[in-house]
């Protein structure tokens, strides 16, 4: 049997696999992984809700997951947005959402190395990220999602296309780290797409160097770490990015706010901020968020959504499949067990590579990719 992830002194190998039990326990009989039982499904919490199955050595529940999402991808590769008990409940398309198949396909086959897996779930990826690309904007964004069913308009989209012409920083960045997930499941099944590395290749230069074709960076903390946690921006970069704002989100000794100005620190954001100070090798403060959080820790190994520490509630009063999906991969990072422990460490595409930005295809600005 596999290693289970341990943090010396803040989880052991047997609560890690009382999560992984917890997560497995709220997925419904047709694969799905909702937020919570009864509650909705999306096709991206899903996805990391099924990584955390496969890094708890539960691959067959891990499997059942990525097969229900082959079954409910839609024939234009997209996913509706939400589901609730097997049920449409938003049919409009999130084009992070679709992306992220990519990075549980890999995360799956690192795990195991099944490459009849990875050949099975092929054409869900590429068709997925066939779709995801449409909503690539000519300076390198992605535009965030649309109504459904959307166009075809050969990569050209108006208003009058349905498509939603606004980039988000955090959709984005997790997009960037989906493409070159994508590239390297094309590469391993023998069909490169040249085309999906130089679009990730886009999509991080504008993260980095053209900030202002996105939305503003908001109140959330997802807006804050996810160029970092996605891999476009790391270095000295990535740690001047994270201490911009450090003092606005940490809540020492309980995690970080999902929200900059309100007293409620939540689990998931504060073990995704884990993953990103693990991508930039601050490992110190890595695990020390990683121990501060533990709070939200339920007797039966499933976590708690949030806690308002301005009156010690919990909330909501949930304890979402995701959240514990989060703290296994945390885990996982942090102590290097499963064979995918650097999903997140490793999707940065451009270490120790310079490129002139008029040497990637599409993009005509006189910067250097770096």
Not at 82 to 101: E, L, M, P, Q, S
Not at 175 to 180: D, P, S, V
Not at 210 to 223: C, I, K, N, R, V
Not at 239 to 265: K, M, N, S, T, Y
């Amino acid at each position: 049997m596999a290693r289970t992830p341990s943090v010396p002194g803040v989880l052991t190998s047997e609560q890690c696999r009382e999560t992984g039990a917890a997560i497995a326990a709220m997925q419904e009989p047709s694969g799905a992984l909702p937020w919570f039982p009864g509650g909705q499904t999306d096709p991206w919490d899903h996805i990391e809700s099924a990584m955390a199955l496969s890094v708890t050595g539960m691959l067959a529940e891990a499997e059942k997951a990525y097969e229900w999402s082959r079954r409910t991808q839609r024939p234009d590769g997209s996913w509706p947005i939400k589901f609730v008990n097997g049920r449409v409940a938003d049919a409009n398309t999130d084009a992070n959402f679709c992306a992220y198949i990519a990075v549980g396909v890999w995360h799956h086959h690192l795990i195991t190395g099944d490459r009849a897996f990875l050949e099975h779930m092929w054409p869900t990826v590429w068709s997925a990220i066939d779709l995801v690309l449409r909503f690539q904007a000519p300076s390198g964004q992605m535009y965030w999602g649309g109504g459904h069913p959307l166009p075809h308009t050969g990569g050209q989209f108006g208003l009058a296309d349905g498509v939603f012409e606004s980039a988000m920083l955090t959709g984005s960045a997790s997009i960037h780290q989906a493409l070159g997930c994508a590239a390297l499941i094309a590469e391993a099944v023998g069909q490169p797409a040249p085309a999906w590395r130089d679009a990730q290749m886009r999509l991080g230069h504008a993260l980095r160097r053209h900030t202002a074709h996105f939305l503003p960076p908001s109140d959330h903390s997802m807006d804050w770490y996810y160029p970092v946690l996605g891999g476009a921006v790391r270095g000295r970069a990535g740690q001047e990015l994270i201490a911009q704002r450090w003092d606005e989100f940490v809540v020492d000794g309980l995690g970080i706010r999902c929200v900059d100005h309100r007293p409620w620190v939540t689990g998931a954001e504060t073990c995704e901020l884990v993953l990103a100070m693990d991508c930039l090798g601050d490992d110190a403060d890595a695990c020390r968020l990683f121990a501060d959080m533990q709070h939200l820790r339920d007797p039966d190994g499933s976590y708690w959504t949030g806690l308002v520490f301005s009156d010690g509630k919990r909330w909501p009063v949930e304890k979402s499949c995701w959240t514990s999906a989060v703290v296994v991969l945390a885990a996982d990072a942090l102590s290097r067990t499963s064979r995918a422990n650097g999903i997140f460490r490793d999707a940065d595409p451009l270490r120790d590579v310079t490129v002139p930005a008029a040497d990637v295809p599409g993009l005509s600005c006189d910067c250097t990719i770096a």
